[in-house]
C-alpha cells in the first residue's frame, strides 16, 4: 500500500492487520503520530514500513512487535522522535536485522535507545 503525502495522521493499523502473509506500507512524509500496540502480532511473512518523514515523537513497548514475521525492514527516518520505550521490539528477538542500519537516522531529538 501506499499512501505517501497524503497528509495521513493515523497509522491505518486496520489495513495492517487484513494481512498475514507479507505487508508493505510506505506512508512517507504523513503526519503520522503513532504506531499502535500489536499491529503487526499477526504477520507471518516478510514485512516493509516507510515511515520516514512523518510526526512520530516516541515508540511504546510492543508497537514493532512481529512474533511470526520472517523478514522486516523499517525505516524512521526524520521523525522528531524522542522516546523510544525499552521493549518496543519486544517478541521480535528472532530478527535481529529488524532496523534499517539507517532507520533512525536524521532524528536529532533522540538521545539513545535501549535494547532489553
Known amino acids: 500500500m501506499e499512501g505517501n503525502n497524503n497528509a495521513l495522521t493515523k497509522f491505518p493499523a486496520d489495513e495492517v492487520k487484513k ?10 512524509n504523513n503526519k503520522i503520530t503513532s504506531i499502535p500496540v500489536g499491529t503487526f502480532d499477526n504477520v507471518k511473512k516478510d514485512v516493509f514500513i516507510e515511515l520516514s518523514s512523518n510526526s512520530l515523537t516516541s515508540i511504546p513497548a510492543g508497537a514493532l512487535n512481529f512474533p511470526l514475521a520472517t523478514d522486516v525492514t523499517i525505516y524512521l527516518n526524520y521523525n522528531p522522535i524522542s522516546n523510544i520505550s525499552p521493549g518496543f521490539l519486544q517478541g521480535t528477538v528472532h530478527l535481529l536485522s529488524v532496523l534499517s542500519e539507517r532507520a533512525f537516522e536524521y532524528n536529532k531529538n533522540l538521545l539513545n535507545i535501549v535494547f532489553l
Open 19 to 28: 494481512f498475514t502473509e507479507y505487508v508493505s506500507f510506505s506512508l512517507i
